[in-house]
């Protein structure tokens, strides 16, 4: 009930997000509210909208992976938007954070972006090894992660809480 579905610019459906999200990408003019919940409204201190049930992004997004999206490198540092899961700065390459030399996998849960620096500090070792702790947790990227990201769109946090109490949706 509290999830909303969303569509392509094209009416294509993409996938859910939570309601907090839908709400973010309405007040950001990223989407319009095609199907509200009757009668419920969110009402914040500078905010007052429909709750909506559907709603369309403005512009068309072309999503780079829907479904059990299949692990690749490029796939990691589309995930973490191309930043090093170390120090934040700009990644070029992938870390297992669980070496291969270790067993690691090729798999979403135990691969990060990683600077090239990074990278070879920690070489075969596992973060806590190295003492390099990792500063967010991989994650499998869902159909909604992957649209938000299509759209340059962070994943994974939301200003809001539900339900919006006065005067604390505004920011
Ligand atoms: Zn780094």
Not at 55 to 77: D, E, M, Q
Not at 90 to 118: F, I, K, Y
Not at 148 to 160: I, T
């Amino acid at each position: 009930m509290r999830d909303t579905l969303v569509l392509n610019a094209s009416f294509e459906p993409l996938s859910t997000v939570t309601l907090n999200r839908a709400v973010v990408l309405v007040l950001q003019d990223k989407a319009v509210v095609e199907q509200a919940h009757p009668g419920l409204r969110m009402r914040g201190a500078a905010i007052d909208i429909p709750v909506p049930r559907v709603i369309r992004l403005c512009r068309y997004v072309r999503v780079p992976f829907r479904r059990h999206a299949p692990w690749s490198r490029r796939g990691v540092l589309v995930r973490d938007q191309h930043r090093c899961a170390y120090c934040g700065r700009r990644a070029s390459t992938v870390d297992h954070v669980v070496p291969r030399a270790q067993g690691g996998q090729d798999t979403w849960l135990n691969t990060v972006a990683s600077c090239a620096e990074d990278n070879h500090r920690k070489a075969a070792r596992t973060p806590e090894e190295a003492g390099m702790p990792l500063l967010r947790q991989p994650f499998v990227p869902s159909p909604a992660d992957a649209m938000l990201l299509a759209m340059g769109a962070g994943v994974r946090s939301s200003p809001f809480r539900w339900p919006a109490p006065a005067g604390d949706a505004a920011a």
